[in-house]
Each structure stands twice: as C-alpha cells, then as structure tokens.
C-alpha cells in the first residue's frame, strides 16, 4: 500500500539532492555506507513498492559497479600493492579500494535519486511549483524528468504483458532474455519519442508558451514551515560544504 505522506514533495526532492551534495563533499565510504543503511534503505522499505524500487535500483547500479571493479581494479596506475598480475592489466589492492569507494557512492547517488523519483507524488510537486511561482518551463522539465522513471516502468511492463500475448515466449536461458528484452526495448523507445512529439504539440495548442498568469487545479499543500526547513537545509549544506572545501584545500 502506498506510504502515508507527511512533507511536501519539493522538500523530499531537496532532501535527497542534499543527500547527494553530502556524500560528495565528505567522499568517505563509512559516510556513504551509512546513508545507504539508515537513510535509503528505511525509504525503500517503507515506500510501498519496495520490490520495484529495489529492482529498479539493481538494474542501474549494478552496471556501475562492475564498470567501476573493472575499471579501477584492473587498471590503477596509482596501485603499489599488486595482488595478481595479469600482464596487461594488474589487481590491486588500492584500485580495489578505490573501485569500492566509487561503487559505493555511485550506489548511493542512485539508490537516493531513484527513491525519492519513484515515490514522488508528481501532480503534487508540480502544484507546489507552480504556486511558489516557479518557470513554468522549469517546472515541466523538472515533473518530466522525475516522472520519467516510473513512465518507462509501466509502458515497459504494457509492453511486455502485449508481446506475451502475441506469442513471446521468454526462457530461462540468456539469450532468450535478451531476445525478450530487444523487442520490448524498440516499440518502448519510439513509444516515447512519439509521446515526447505528441505532448510538445499539445502543450503549444493550450498556451504552454504564453505569459500570462498561471493556475493551479490542485490546492497548495506546502506550508511556512517546510518552507523555513528547506531554506535551513540549503544553508546548513551550503556552510557545511563550504568549510570543508576549504578545510581541505587548506
């Protein structure tokens, strides 16, 4: 079932965007694997669709895991402690260290931004950007791009289920995987471009360029406080940031 919302969306979106800043200025892996531990995986958890956000999360960053392992692993030049050489490439201990380290915060960086683009509520958060008087131009990239992933998710599942119906057979071997997945891919790619056409025109016929003034169907349901609170996390990120760039340039 899905969770019971408590803070406005445009918070939850600025909170993991932090989240991310923060893991990229401290850049140390105990940091990292904790907002992994406590931060993501609770959300995950308590989101409702845990089994579509964990699967969601695996399918991408699994990939930058192993680019990373191949990468730094097999081609550190900074690596001293050699652990098996392979002639044209070589294991080391501090490229694994590093291939690790930036596995982890490319875990995070996904898991965070995924989480919080698919658990979104997205007429809500473009409500909240319109009231707060936001381009609208803007605020129809920003709903786009954060409603994407759960887009493709669900046209990519129609897909599927209209294939099988057709008379797809997906086995259990790889190669029948990857013939299943090759003919959802091309209808699911021209599927979007074709919407991505369709929506421009549509968006043209009622005004979308026009500057007149803006109304909003939805009733605001951000407050003075979570207002404050967002103002307070950028600063607090902001001064945090700053002090430990300098701490290390220094």
């Known amino acids: 079932m899905p969770r019971r919302r408590i803070y406005n969306p445009l918070t939850e979106l600025l909170a993991a965007v932090l989240l991310v800043v923060l893991v990229l200025v401290v850049n140390r892996w105990e940091f990292s694997l904790a907002v992994l531990v406590l931060g993501v995986l609770p959300a995950v958890l308590l989101s409702g669709r845990p089994r579509q956000i964990g699967l969601a999360i695996i399918l991408v960053a699994g990939p930058l ?8 692993g097999l081609f550190f030049p900074e690596g001293t402690t050699v652990l098996l050489d392979l002639g044209v490439a070589r294991v080391t ?7 690790t380290l930036m596995g982890l915060r490319m875990t995070v960086f996904t898991a965070v931004l995924l989480t919080a683009a698919m658990t979104l509520d997205i007429p809500d958060l473009l409500a909240t950007m319109t009231h707060r008087g936001w381009n609208r131009k803007l605020v129809f990239v920003v709903g786009s791009a954060v409603g994407l992933i759960p887009h493709v998710a669900q046209r990519a599942r129609r897909i599927s289920r209209a294939q099988q119906a057709r008379g797809l057979v997906v086995g ?21 471009l074709v919407d991505a056409s369709e929506r421009t025109r549509m968006l043209e016929a009622r005004g979308f360029s026009s500057t007149g003034p803006r109304t909003s169907y939805l009733p605001d349901s951000d407050t003075a406080r979570q207002r404050a609170a967002r103002r307070a996390m950028v600063a607090v990120v902001g001064v945090f940031s700053a002090a430990r760039l300098l701490t290390a340039a220094a």
Do not use: D, K
């Open 65 to 72: 895991l192993l680019s990373s392992l191949l990468l730094h």
């Open 93 to 99: 201990a501090e490229g694994l260290a590093f291939a």
């Open 172 to 192: 259990r071997g790889p190669f029948s995987r990857v013939r299943a997945l090759l003919t959802v891919l091309t209808p699911l790619v021209i599927g979007l």
